[in-house]
Nanobody, 114 residues
Framework: VQVVESGGGLVQAGGSLRLSCVASGIMFRASTMTWYRQAPGKQREFLAGITGGGSTNYADSVKNRFTISRDNAVNTVYLEMNSLQPEDTAVYYC?????????WGQGTQVTVSS
């Protein structure tokens, strides 16, 4: 199983970014996919999840700013992030939920400047 995130970068406060995550080696369309982030010195934080059927849930901290979506045709899940603030600076991780464990990517850095 391979999970690869992309789309991170440097953005000014108030800006937007879209992260992508491609998962291979799993039955993608049936898999729940999730996004997490980890800021320096902090624990990894759940952001959003989407089931194979398209149901979504969000952490309160990002609800109404972040949107998770998926395209099963290309085994990709997205995280659209709007109104970014410096406190959103972190490494963002994607995880694919397998039958017995989660599979994690290497993460992509998002830096929001004030």
């Amino acid at each position: 199983v391979q999970v690869v995130e992309s789309g991170g970068g440097l953005v000014q406060a108030g800006g937007s970014l879209r992260l992508s995550c491609v998962a291979s080696g799993i039955m993608f369309r049936a898999s729940t996919m999730t996004w997490y982030r980890q800021a320096p010195g902090k624990q990894r934080e759940f952001l959003a999840g989407i089931t194979g059927g398209g149901s979504t849930n969000y952490a309160d901290s990002v609800k109404n700013r972040f949107t998770i979506s998926r395209d099963n045709a290309v085994n990709t899940v997205y995280l659209e992030m709007n109104s970014l603030q410096p406190e959103d600076t972190a490494v963002y991780y994607c995880a694919a939920r397998g039958a017995y464990r989660d599979y994690w990517g290497q993460g992509t850095q998002v830096t929001v400047s004030s």
